[in-house]
């Protein structure tokens, strides 16, 4: 078993009620994430209150609406995030860690050196989330319906919807699966 491993166990074990702090912070981050997208959808002043068609939309209004979500989100969700888990980090260091931890840490920055490797993936995952949102079209009978005769707001909460679904049907076995090998490693790692 590799000495990372090890040494991650050990301070996975001595200060878990942390893992559960961050845990609970990025259910919370992802919980806004949502809300935020859910209420900007329906009410931006941009798109007529989520009522415009695709046919009212010009290209600088989509731009413009884009641009508008991605500082909403900013603003209420990952700045707050960003900030709570600044401060949980600095009470953990300065406030609970102790001065071997610290060492230990400090060890291991010094030792990992090498440059990571960069990897370039590919688009599976988009066009496994675009087959999702084809079928909730064609579920919802809307498939061969004119685009402009349906809001926007529609096919953004059906593209979100296939997403969850595509989620829900994968990530529950392979969470699973994760945990299952977790717990194998866990039990191979000498106490």
């Excluded at 709570?84 to 001065?99: K, P, Q, R």
């Excluded at 066009?127 to 009978?141: H, P, R």
């Amino acid at each position: 078993m590799s000495e990372e491993f090890v040494f991650w166990k050990g301070m996975m074990k001595k200060y878990w009620y942390a893992l559960v702090i961050f845990g609970i912070a990025v259910v919370g981050a992802i919980i806004g994430v949502v809300v935020v997208l859910m209420l900007y959808i329906g009410a931006p002043d941009i798109a007529g209150a989520g009522a415009w068609t695709f046919d009212d939309f010009s290209l600088g209004a989509g731009i413009l609406w884009i641009i508008f979500l991605v500082l909403w989100e900013l603003l209420c969700v990952v700045l707050p995030f960003i900030v709570f888990c600044g401060i949980i980090v600095a009470i953990f260091w300065y406030g609970i860690l102790s001065d071997e931890d610290k060492a230990a840490f400090k060890d291991r920055e010094k030792k990992e050196k090498h440059p990571k490797k960069a990897r370039n993936g590919g688009g599976a995952a988009g066009i496994l989330f675009f087959i999702a949102f084809v079928l909730v079209v064609l579920i919802d009978g809307n498939l061969w319906v004119r685009s402009g005769d349906l809001s926007y707001s529609y096919y953004i909460f059906a593209y979100l919807t296939g997403f969850m679904w595509t989620c829900i049907v994968l990530g529950i076995p392979v969470l699973i699966i994760g945990i299952l090998y977790l717990l194998k490693k866990w039990k191979e790692v000498p106490e």
